[in-house]
Every structure is written in C-alpha cells, then in structure tokens.
C-alpha cells in the first residue's frame, strides 16, 4: 500500500521512556515537528502527548520529580490502588494540576496521535485516536497499564491494558504494513523515525512475561495470555523487521548506544538524567539526518 507523510514511533519501556523525552525535547527545540502522526506505546504515549502539546521538558520533569513519589510508582501504589503507577495521581494530578498539559495546544494540534493498547478479550493491538484531552486521558492511561500490577481500563465496552504486549513497536501499523489497516479512512505513512528504549542488538526473553502467566490473573483470557506467551518472540521479529526497513531508507531509528540500566518501575535519579541525556545527545548528533529524512 503506498503511502504519503512521516510517522513518529515511541516505543515503552516505563522510566526508560527518559530516553525518548531527551530525544523529543532536542527535536522540539528545534522545531523539528513535520510528522503526520504519533504512535506511542505505553510510556510512548505519555512522551507522545507532551510532544503533541509542545512542551518541552516536560516529560522529563514529570519522571525526575516524582520518581520518589509512593503515588506516581510505588508498590505502595499498587496495594492500595491496584495501579503501581497511580491513575488518579498521574492522569489527574499531575496531567491536570501540578505540571498541567497544554491541552488548547494539544486539541489544536493536526498531527494525528495514536495510543497502542492492548484488547484483554482478544489479545490484539488496539490504536487509539487521541485527539482530545482531557476526554481521551483514558486510551493514553490504557496504553500504559502494566498486565498484572494494573487494573485493565475500559473504553467504550472494551477492556484494556498495556500496549506493549500486542504491539510494542507499532511501526507496521503507521506505515500500513499491517494485513489489517490499522485505522480505517487513514493513509498509511510512507516512512518513519522510531525512537526505540533499549539499544541496538537487544534481544528480549520471555522472563517478565512467563512471570505474569504464573499469576494465574488472566486465565479467562485465553487470547491475552497466548499474546503474553508470544511476546518475546514477535518483539524480536519486530526489531528484524525494523531493520530491514531502516536498511532500505524507510525508517530512521534513534536508540541507546549502550545497554540500558533504567528498569520499567525505577531508578536512581542519577541513571535517569544520563538516559535523558543521552537521547538528547543521540538526537542532536542525528539531527540533519533527522531533517533530511522527515523533510
């Protein structure tokens, strides 16, 4: 299917989502803001959202203020609230209050916005448009509920969780890759920058994955845990793929140069502004190429 325009893809990854606000920030500063649309996933779509309101720095302040705070990401958070990152606390608090999203900026936006989450029914990738906010809050929270230590978010009838387990890197979707169009009336991209959370060369297990399905919570969800089961080993047909792709100019990565020591849930305060600083520098040593590619 041929295409016209250039994506924005942000991959996950929790807390290494630092990474990807150092790489937004350097491009908003310098206005680099040709894309058609943005696909985020997970902590790709909370990056996505400040990238679409045209704040910078805001990602990055969000993470490096509250990463001590028991109701941004905490154990604590998940016993008392069911969410280890707390809803209410990041989709209102923050979101609304205390570092507020620029939402006249973000509605008045054209650029097209989707937040990856992930069917519990049917274990497929979902894309959400995000077009408004505050109204569409919930598909960006949707996108960003970790299996087991979140509660599955519903949307118009459907039950949610993180995007991550369908579509970690949805770069087929935004250039139409996919059997399946992945919005209907949408032209699919002809290329796209993907901004990606672990280095070049990384090659995901199934650990995390076989850990949830040891919990036994979504055994009425045959089709969500056979996408837990499968995860790893589309990830890294995913990561091939892009490749290939990146190979033959359609897509420009941007990714650690070193192997990460961020996790999802945590990390000193420390490791977090290296990351953040090294998507800014990843960024700014790519940033005419970067140009010259989204043009």
């Known amino acids: 299917m041929s295409g016209g325009g250039t994506a924005l893809v942000l991959e996950g990854g929790g807390f ?17 803001y040709g894309f058609d649309s943005v696909w985020g996933v997970s902590a790709g779509a909370i990056n996505a959202t400040s990238y679409k309101s045209r704040q910078i720095g805001r990602s990055m302040r969000i993470i490096l203020a509250f990463r001590d705070d028991r109701r941004f990401m ?5 016993a008392t609230t069911g969410d280890i990152a707390g809803a209410d606390f990041m989709y209102d608090e923050v979101q609304n209050r205390l570092d507020p999203c620029d939402n006249e900026t973000f509605n008045a936006n054209p650029m097209h916005m989707y937040a990856v989450a992930t069917d519990a029914m049917f274990g497929t990738a979902a894309y ?18 970790l299996p087991v230590m979140s509660n599955r978010v519903e949307i118009d009838g459907h039950l949610y969780l993180d995007g991550g387990t369908a579509d970690s890197i ?14 209907e009336g949408r032209t699919p991209a ?5 901004v990606l959370t672990r280095e070049r060369g990384y090659v995901k297990t199934s650990k995390t994955e076989q ?14 845990t056979d996408a837990l089961a499968s995860r790893a080993a589309r990830y890294n047909e995913s990561r091939r793929q892009l490749l290939e792709l990146e190979g033959q100019g359609r897509a420009f990565v941007l990714q650690p140069p070193c192997p990460v020591e961020v996790g999802n849930t945590g990390a000193e305060g420390e490791k ?24």
């Open 211 to 224: 850990m949830y399905l040891r919990t036994r919570r979504y055994e009425g969800y045959q089709y969500y």
């Open 74 to 78: 905490s154990l604590w958070s998940w």
């Open 190 to 194: 002809r290329r796209a920058v993907v």
């Open 128 to 145: 959400l448009p995000c077009e408004r906010l505050p109204d569409d809050v919930d598909k960006i929270r949707a996108s960003a509920s």
């Open 16 to 32: 290494r989502g630092i990474f990807t606000a150092g790489v937004l920030d350097v491009l908003q500063e310098q206005g680099v």
């Open 170 to 183: 949805p770069f087929a979707a935004a250039m139409g890759l996919d059997a399946t169009p992945a919005t």
């Open 272 to 295: 977090l502004l290296a990351l953040y600083l090294q998507g800014r520098a990843e960024a700014t040593s790519k940033l005419a190429e970067i140009r010259a590619f989204v043009r």
